[in-house]
């Protein structure tokens, strides 16, 4: 018999890499910038916060140091779009293969090696999985309820105007990149400390790439990306148990289920957006009168 406890608890730990990068990645497009490299700063999150759990024997210092060297490694996608002015797709893919391969290259000595274990929080699930939810209503509060949020939000829908009214765009946008980057660097470190619980090369397989999807999911909201984040969890989820109970489905399948619920809602998601603007309505993503109420 199943249990729906054990099987939500399943789910928020499988959506909880996904939940911290999209958070991430939704304060950065809502200051907009569009940044390609989250699977990069996730993998080197997961190197860098598996490495120093591993030497210290702590995991709350590994996820530290995954939320610095995420942030860090995002300041070069800072430096080449808000400083050089680069491409911003260009540079974002860049950092993804670079940080694939940043990864590739020093974990080599760290195969094989258990990460230390994790105190359990409340319902025996760990404690980070309980800060991924506390950071849903705080993102919110901050786009929604704050000075600084109207400014970001204001800045992502017009920076002449931002820059008009005396605010840094260049600022404001960096903070926001290294945000995103401090978000995907302990999502990717939940991967290697808390569910694979070792370093594996390319272990994020792909989960930056969803979690960009499930920001555009989730209409640029932070209640959005919870639930674009849970359905991915909810799949994954349901692929775990059909391989448990043997279900006759070829496991390539299955391991293909949660991408390709991805893919379908991206669809669905794109064909409703098109009859929106056949039929003259408004972009959902408007953030309306920003720097009016700022004045």
Known sequence: MIDPLSVFLLLLAAATPILFAALGELVAERAGVLNLGVEGMMITGALAGFAAAYAT??????????????????????????????????????????????????????????????????????????????????????????RPGLILRGVGENHDAAHA??????????????????????????????????????????????????????????????????????VTVLQLRLQAAGVSVPVQLLSMAPYLATIIVLVMISARQKLSRSAGKASPGSLGQNFHALR
């Open 165 to 234: 009214l005396g605010y840094s765009v260049r600022g404001v946008r960096v903070a926001a990149i290294a945000f995103g980057g401090a978000m995907a660097g302990v999502g990717g470190a939940f991967i290697s400390i808390a569910t694979v619980l070792q370093w594996t090369e390319g272990m994020t397989a792909g989960a930056g790439w969803i979690a960009l999807a499930i920001v555009v999911f989730s209409n640029w909201t932070a209640l959005g990306v919870l639930a674009g984040a849970w359905l991915f969890g909810g």
């Open 57 to 146: 024997g702590s995991p709350m210092i590994g996820f530290l140091v995954a939320a610095l060297a995420g942030a860090a490694i995002s300041l070069i996608f800072a430096l080449l779009t808000q400083v050089l002015l680069a491409n911003q797709v260009a540079s974002g893919l860049a950092l993804t293969l670079f940080g694939l391969g940043l990864a590739a290259l020093f974990g080599k000595p760290l195969e094989g090696i258990k990460a230390p274990a994790m105190t359990p929080g409340p319902l025996g699930i760990n404690w980070i999985v309980w800060l991924g939810l506390l950071m849903v209503p705080l993102v919110w509060w901050f786009l929604n309820r704050t």
